[in-house]
């Protein structure tokens, strides 16, 4: 069973630190990597995507796929309050089939 | 404006009762998409269409049953063979049922069991 892993937390940040959230998979061959946000209540909306090896920056998150190591991590810089919520990893499954698996999740706190 | 509706927000059945979650997208999306989450849980595969007429079984579709006879619309039935069905169902959609296509959600659909 392909998985994607991820350490629940809650993960607790002062407002206007950086926050690493982290994402471990197993299929080799996954080729999309996704992070997305969800408030408690709502449903998962996208933050961020990549495909290729390195960092990929959008204000002030910023993705990082290194596929030797089978590790995505999402960088938050000068949190706030509001980003406070559960953070989805997917990960689209090559076996075949176009499926997308999802992590736990990891809840961060942003702390005032 | 263009998006993902899901009703009801929130949905009862009673036991033995099939019960039908709506899916209705005007992205123009080939690909849709049923999960259910589980309070501390990722989001698990139900079904998945990626063109008319055609869908296929995800991880967890025993006790479910779906339909994609529009591109717009899959609905969701939950029969009474799923015997635990409290949870939140997300519906998703994506331009093609792609490896790099972004899935977009809609609001969800709560389930609760009376």
């Known amino acids: 069973q392909k998985e994607v892993e991820q350490n629940s937390g809650p993960l607790s940040v002062p407002e206007g630190a950086i926050a690493s959230l982290n994402c471990t998979y197993s299929?080799?061959?996954?080729?999309?990597f996704f992070w997305y946000r969800q408030y408690s209540g709502k449903s998962p909306e996208l933050i961020m995507f990549?495909?290729?090896?390195g960092d990929k920056e959008d204000g002030r998150f910023t993705a990082q796929l290194n596929k030797a190591s089978q590790y995505v991590s999402l960088l938050i810089r000068d949190s706030q309050p509001s980003d406070s919520a559960t953070y989805l990893c997917?990960?689209?499954?090559?076996?075949?089939?176009?499926?997308?698996?999802f992590g736990t999740g990891t809840r961060l706190k942003v702390l005032a | 404006d263009g998006g993902i509706t899901q009703s009801p927000k929130y949905l009862f059945r009673k036991e033995g009762q099939n019960v039908t979650l709506s899916c209705e997208q005007n992205?123009?999306?080939?690909?849709m998409y049923w999960y259910r989450q589980d309070p501390g849980q990722g989001l698990r595969l139900i079904y998945y269409?990626?063109?008319?007429?055609?869908?296929q079984k995800g991880d967890i579709a025993e006790g479910y049953s779906v339909s994609r006879e529009k591109k717009e619309s899959f609905p969701l039935t939950v029969t009474s063979a799923q015997k635990n069905p409290t949870a939140f169902y997300l519906c998703?959609?994506?331009?093609?049922?792609?490896?790099?296509?972004?899935?977009?959600f809609g609001p969800g659909t709560r389930l609760l069991v009376l």
């Open positions: 998703a959609s994506s331009v093609q049922s792609d490896p790099r296509e972004t899935q977009y």
């Open positions: 299929d080799r061959g996954s080729q999309s």
């Open positions: 990549i495909y290729s090896n």
């Open positions: 997917a990960v689209n499954s090559v076996s075949g089939t176009y499926k997308y698996i």
């Open positions: 992205l123009n999306h080939d690909a």
């Open positions: 269409s990626q063109i008319v007429n055609d869908f």
